[in-house]
């Protein structure tokens, strides 16, 4: 589902995040170079891993500005499963899996 031997980093707005079980999803908005904006939804780990790698339910809120690294989906539609982003508060955080 997901090109691993792939990384895309972007620049992004969240809109939303959804920290529940079986994985945290993470809706974000990326502007599409024609003045508009794509919406992307990213996979992350597991909520009890992310949160044993420092993540919290209010680490991401939606507004917040974020770069972030996914590996692609294969199919080229807009989305992806994280790698790694920088919160707000300069962190880097990456999706809970052990690295």
Do not use: C, Y
């Not at 780990?45 to 917040?64: F, Q, S, V």
């Not at 707000?88 to 809970?96: A, H, K, M, Q, V």
Request: charged content about 20%; proline content about 6%.
């Amino acid at each position: 589902m997901f090109d691993l031997g792939k990384n895309v980093t972007v620049d992004a707005v969240v809109k939303e995040v959804q920290f529940t079980n079986p994985h945290v999803w993470l809706q974000i908005l990326v502007a599409d170079g024609k003045g508009g904006q794509t919406e992307w939804n990213i996979e992350a780990g597991a909520r009890g891993m992310m949160i044993r790698n420092g993540w919290k339910p209010t680490t991401l809120k939606p507004g917040d500005k974020v770069t972030l690294t996914m590996h692609p989906l294969k199919d080229g539609s807009s989305g992806g499963s994280l790698v790694n982003v920088k919160v707000p508060d300069g962190r880097t955080l990456g999706p809970g899996a052990a690295n």
